[in-house]
């Protein structure tokens, strides 16, 4: 048998072996999304992604001859243990063959280079920020993924936790079956919100009519999400960069922004409908018949993801919730949606966990951040 070699990323071809590597891995699985490779191209060059203005990465290759066997992505987010006060190294990218040797090795990679940069733990699965996909599958292995989500199979977190990584945090997943009417409890509560705090919903059926409202939202969404693991507040260059990449394929049927007097965006929820079989057929290209699927997904399907909610820190306990979500419910029963799959939501954030009480809903996935200390 070949020797087993670590190589680091260095090369555009390198780059290429490093994302293909996890569609060879889940060739032929029918729970898993695969992510589209110009987006992770867009995530992994520095040239691309604005989020390098505070971070370094580098890149690794698990090897067996000219095969590859694994990969993984070291991160420190600078701006993340300042905020924190943390020295951590964040690692992403996982993916390895059922071999505990070949993740040990991949890890080890991650924290020899961690150490020289004064790191004392590492944690992840994690991206560069909250925006890119975060935490490691450990419950609903038979559940198809969201496009928003990360897969893998049930050896990860066994092979995680027989190295001495232990659980940091859970993020739940709700699948929500829609009814047939919004309940009248939660229009009830939306209405009398609405009137209170003099707030309106933005109503528009034009892309072009959001747009200036994404920065607001984004500048909302920065501090509704200020409490939460390992979030750092996204700059203005991040922000642009995230208004061109996802306000060009949003349906503004399946968002809501409630604004108050000053027009300030103080909640908002963004859905889409569901790109997960679509990603599927595409095999994570859009070239040359990939976009048809896509395109098809996005304006017939059944099935929605709720990919992001937000409220201003003064309007969390004024019920401004409710408001969008009854509104998007609303959405989904006009125009056909069935099932909606709910955002990751941290495990102990129980009041956002408690927004479904009224619907008919069940656990769908469970994905967990591990952290480890770093031997010196």
Partial sequence: MDKLIIKEVSSSKDLKRFINFQDELYKGNKYRVPQLHSYEK???????????????????????GNEVV??????????????????KVRFGWFDFINEPQIAQLLIGAVENWAKTKGMNSIHGPMGFTDMDLEGMLVEGFDEISTQAVLYNYPYYPQTLEKI?????????????KVPKEVPERVKRISNMVLKKYNLRILKTNKRKDILPYAQSMFETYNQAFAHLYGFVPLSQKQIKHYIKEYFSIIDVKYVCFVLNEE?????????????????QKAKGKLFPIGFIHVLKALKKNNKIDMLLQGVLPEYIKKGVASVFYSEMMQAYIDNGVTTAITSHILEINKSSHQMFDAYETRQHLRRRAYVKDIES
């Fill in 70 to 87: 694994g990969r993984i992505a070291g991160i420190i987010n600078f701006e993340s243990n300042k905020l924190w006060h943390e020295k």
């Fill in 164 to 176: 001495g990584f232990v659980k940091d945090v859970d993020w739940v997943q709700h699948e929500i």
């Fill in 42 to 64: 867009s995530s992994l060059i520095k040239s691309k992604n604005p989020a390098f203005d505070f971070c370094e990465a580098k890149y690794w290759m698990a090897l067996r």
């Fill in 263 to 279: 027009d300030t965006v103080v909640g908002f929820g963004i859905s889409i409908l569901s790109l997960s079989k679509a990603l």
